[in-house]
């Protein structure tokens, strides 16, 4: 039981990479509360949890683009398991694609707010009792697009390129404390955000939802899409002891994709 008597706090954790991440921790050990805007997601997460594990989880409503919604959801966290996160997995995200003059204003903030922004909140509300207690893990969830560059995706790009730049930034400053700060970058994964690319590569150039998925899984030298189960093992390495040397890292899961 390798996360046995920690607290992990994970956003986006109704579905997808979140949710494979909520069941992993929970069956190493952990007390689990998942926090998505939607709440019938991580209500049946949590039940899924209690179910499969015998061990108590908490479902939370959190806009993280929101800093009043962090507080919320840290305090929820804190009336029901006694103290704050002592891991925090920042996996809530949004990615869109357009073409960068047609980027409006409000596409670009909404990429930066939930994308950056909501993982800064959540790493500066989590960090002040992990200090305190001599022990911590910050897991964000960048993505390769943090570490390269493609067409129609210059919001979504940046804000994971900065999401990096966070995690860098922060896990030096707490190296010394027993907390390591550390990105996941994934390619594509078998989500319901690689479907929802399929049907735009679709409807913006006619080509088949086979076609479109074709083009996707050529970008892997592996051919195939990554699992959210494959980046919840990840996760759960650095969530764990056994992860304590790994700081300051942005390690992709693509196949092979970005070899960087």
Known sequence: MKLKKRIALITGGGRGIGRAIALAFAGEGAQVAV??????????????????????????VCDVSDVGSVGRMFASVRERF?????????????????????????????????????????????????IERGWGRIINMASIAGKTGAPYISAYSA??????????????????????????CPGYVDTDMTTRGVENITKKTGRSADEAMASILKMSPQNRLI?????????????????????????????GTVLS
Request: a negative charge; charged letters at 20%; hydrophobic letters at 45%.
């Open 35 to 60: 926090a998505a805007r939607t709440l019938d997601q991580v209500e049946q997460v949590s039940r899924e949890i209690v179910s499969q594990f015998q061990t108590d989880a908490l479902a939370v």
């Open 82 to 130: 006694g103290r704050g996160p002592d891991i925090m997995v920042n996996n809530a995200g949004i990615a869109e694609s357009a073409p960068i003059a047609r980027t409006d204003d409000d596409f670009w903030n909404r990429h930066l707010a939930i994308n950056l922004s909501g993982s800064f909140y959540c790493t500066r509300a989590a960090l002040p009792e992990m």
């Open 159 to 184: 804000s994971k390129h900065g999401l990096i730049g966070l995690t860098r930034s922060s896990a030096v400053e707490v190296a010394a404390k027993g907390i390591t700060v550390n990105a996941i």
């Open 227 to 255: 699992t959210s189960e494959e980046v919840a093992s990840l996760a759960l390495l650095l969530a764990s002891e056994d992860g304590r040397g790994i700081n300051g890292q942005a390690i992709s899961v693509d196949g």
